[in-house]
């Protein structure tokens, strides 16, 4: 199975997802705790990653040609 993030809350006792999705028992989770700072754009969330895009499509990044996107 491959890696697939879906948006979920935690109601004072579970964890729900946000959107009904299919898991058969048992199925291994990893949960990841954001802060409550998320809903806004200025938050470290937005920071990090807004950092990791810069770092990954840099000014030294080279320039791939359409025979290069498989």
């Known amino acids: ?18 959107e009904p999705f299919k898991l058969s ?5 990893i949960v990841t705790v954001l802060p409550d700072a998320i809903n806004g754009t200025d938050s470290p969330w937005s ?3 807004a950092m990791g895009l810069a770092h990954a499509y840099g000014d030294h990044e080279p320039e791939y040609t359409l025979q290069d996107i498989k």
Request: aromatic letters at 8%.
């Open 47 to 49: 920071d990090t990653a």
């Open 1 to 18: 199975m491959q890696f697939i993030t879906l948006a979920a809350h935690f109601d004072g006792e579970r964890i729900i997802l946000d």
């Open 25 to 29: 028992p048992n199925t291994p989770l």
